[in-house]
């Protein structure tokens, strides 16, 4: 990699939730000079391409979009929010930095950033004490509930990013969680920073803390819930903690 050629960011996006929803972070990240990939998964969408997909299947997908990138030896910070932070845990194990120098090959994902994410599939089905997304289409496909998502996801939210972002939400596939997981997120040769948002009603604070200290993950605290990347503070502070993940 040239000495003065930056770091790809590849973002993972949340289920339901499509790239676009996370167009001020790409937007912010992008203003300080770096190329941001984020493709859409494909567990998630409004077609029927998605029914009998698994999260394995979505780290595949992961894997194989990032293989040429980091084979023409470029560096990556992979970015996971909440189910992405499972697809990224699953997709990168192989294609790091360490693992890869270790061989002798340039290129990797030199860090891995965790927003509220999910690491595995056991913490993945909502837990005690966490709310299930009641609303289901049919028994291979689930919709998100409207008023449960802009009570779980989007609370702090101003009104018309919440209607928008509520219009722009997809189908999750029914067995998306279904597989044992692969790889652990503390396997990972890679820095790792988690995410925390405090206020997060879908994933509970302290089992975010619980994932974070299992992936030995630096914790960063956000005072907000699910979705701080519609929020204008939090998804500055969201660019400033992918940039020092990049090394800026």
Known sequence: MAAQEKSIVLLIHGAWHMPLHYRYLIDGIRNKGYTVLAPSLITTGYDDSIVGKTHLDAAS???????????????????????????ATQAVVGLTLEERSAHGLA??????????????????????????????????????????????????????????????????????????????????RAAKTYVVCKKDKIV???????????????VVELDCGHSPF???????????IVMKAAGA
């Not at 980091?70 to 996971?80: A, D, L, M, P």
């Not at 722009?168 to 396997?187: C, G, H, K, W």
């Not at 519609?230 to 400033?240: C, F, H």
């Open 107 to 188: 290129g990797g994902v030199t860090s891995l950033v965790y927003i509220s994410a999910l690491t595995k599939p056991e913490n993945s089905r909502f837990e005690p004490g966490e709310p299930y997304p009641f609303g289901w289409t049919d028994l291979k496909k689930w919709e998100l509930g409207q008023d449960f998502a802009r009570a779980h996801l989007y609370q702090d939210v101003e009104q018309q990013r919440a209607d928008e972002a509520l219009r722009l939400l997809v189908f999750q596939s029914a067995i998306t969680y279904e597989p044992d997981a692969l790889n652990e997120a503390s396997e990972v």
């Open 204 to 218: 509970l604070p302290e089992n975010q803390y619980k994932r974070a200290k299992a992936a030995g993950a630096q």
């Open 61 to 87: 997908q992961i894997r194989e979009f990032l293989l040429p990138y980091v084979e023409q030896g470029r560096n990556v910070v992979v970015v996971g929010h909440s189910y992405g932070g499972l697809v």
């Open 230 to 240: 519609l929020l204008e503070k939090e998804t500055a502070s969201l660019v400033d």
